[in-house]
């Protein structure tokens, strides 16, 4: 067990295969942590209402009220969910972050400085992992209705933004065009050599 709580934070396109890498990661963790997943928006009363009314409605509505909707579902889900598990020593895997504030709002045209200031209370992920898949494979893959965000010219913005990340400020680019196993072993690989210089 760790002797404090560690975060990390899974980001992506859409359709990069990000939840089903951050549930199978937890999986496999739990064999040797206590760890825990999770996932923005929240199921706080802001994170469901992003859900309904902006990610699920047919055109994208402002940037600022989206930006500024996502800030207050990041602290509501800290405070009722991340902090008080990183508190008990957990290991908490979410399933999108700060990171995604940046790359789709700052897709969307807002300045990145303003981004981070509205979220300057979010606390820093232990480590950070960027599934990158190409945007035009991402878009082959939603097979479902497609989200506002859910449109190659977003994505390939979206996509810029993540790339300027990798490296300078801790976001670990993983490779996401390859099979779902070897995506996986890659990730499990990084978490635990994290884990042990961790320690």
């Known amino acids: 067990m760790v002797d404090r709580g560690i975060f990390i934070c899974v980001e992506g396109l859409d359709g990069c295969g990000k939840t089903t890498q951050a ?64 508190d008990d020593g957990k290991l908490v895997v979410s399933d999108r972050y700060a990171y995604s504030s940046l790359a789709y709002q700052g897709a969307a045209g807002l300045y990145l400085e303003w981004i981070e200031k509205i979220n300057e209370y979010a606390i820093h992920p232990d480590l950070a ?28 913005k979206v996509r810029e933004i993540y790339i300027k990340f990798v490296g300078k400020s801790g976001l670990v680019r993983i490779d996401g065009n390859r099979s779902k196993m070897e995506v996986a072993k890659e990730i499990i690989t990084t978490v635990k050599d994290f884990l042990k210089e961790s320690r």
């Not at 898949?133 to 965000?149: D, F, G, Y």
């Open 23 to 86: 549930k199978l990661l937890v999986r496999r963790l739990k064999k040797d942590y206590d760890a825990v997943y999770t996932a923005e928006p929240s199921n706080g009363e802001v994170g469901k209402l992003i859900k309904r009314y902006y990610l699920h409605a047919d055109k994208r509505g402002p940037a600022v009220v989206e930006a500024l909707l996502f800030a207050a579902d990041r602290f509501e889900h800290l405070k009722s969910e991340v902090l008080p598990a990183l």
């Open 129 to 156: 992992l960027f599934i990158d898949v190409e945007p035009e494979t991402v878009i082959r893959r939603l097979k479902r209705k497609k989200s506002v965000m859910e449109n190659l010219e977003t994505q390939l």
